[in-house]
């Protein structure tokens, strides 16, 4: 997003106006912050690991392009939630995949009991190349939403109530 395009967000959903500049040196004095954020060490361990991504269109030099924002919650041994990163990549996909658990590793992860997952092909095999000790599930909700497949559009409220 340009600093306009901010500016407009912002205006629009707040009713703030604010100047290109002075986005431009909020972003300058965040930004720091995020790369530090992004970079961080990160637990030896995490009992639970929630890899997902969500797909999004945005406007890339006048036209429109698919990306994908890939995110990794982490439990950690307290039970406590972490977001242990977000990363964008024009589509999701394995390879991509891989680099993040490399990154996770990187920084300082040496192991993952359960790692929760979407059914992407190569996506098991990414996990098991940085984690090979890893449990891989298919998520919860990717399995309800697979299953709901199967059933009636007319019959799928009744069979959520169960």
């Known amino acids: 997003m340009s600093t306009r395009d901010i500016e407009s967000q912002i205006q629009?959903?707040?009713?703030?106006?604010?100047s290109p500049t002075m986005v431009s040196k909020v972003t300058d004095k965040i930004m720091p912050l995020v790369k530090e954020w992004q970079s961080r060490p990160l637990n030896r361990v995490y009992p639970i690991v929630y890899l997902d991504a969500i797909h999004f269109k945005v406007r890339d030099e006048n036209r429109i392009v698919n990306k994908a924002a890939y995110?990794?919650?982490?439990?950690?041994?307290?039970?406590?939630?972490?977001i242990l990163g977000?990363?964008?990549?024009?589509?999701?996909s394995a390879s991509f995949w891989l680099g993040v658990c490399t990154d996770l590793k990187n920084r300082g992860a040496e192991d993952i009991l359960i790692?929760?997952?979407?059914?992407?092909?190569?996506?098991?095999?990414?996990?098991?190349?940085?984690?090979?000790?890893?449990?891989i599930q298919l998520c919860v909700i990717h399995q309800i939403r697979n299953s709901m497949k199967y059933v009636?559009?007319?019959?799928?409220k009744e069979v959520m109530k169960n």
Do not use: R
């Not at 629009?12 to 604010?18: A, C, E, F, W």
């Not at 995110?71 to 972490?82: A, F, P, T, Y």
């Not at 790692?115 to 449990?135: H, N, Q, R, V, Y």
């Not at 009636?152 to 799928?156: A, G, N």
């Open 71 to 82: 995110s990794v919650l982490g439990i950690n041994i307290d039970g406590q939630k972490e």
């Open 115 to 135: 790692a929760c997952k979407d059914g992407l092909s190569g996506f098991s095999k990414a996990i098991s190349s940085a984690f090979p000790k890893t449990e």
């Open 152 to 156: 009636s559009y007319k019959e799928q």
């Open 12 to 18: 629009d959903l707040y009713g703030i106006d604010v």
């Open 86 to 92: 977000i990363w964008i990549g024009e589509n999701e």
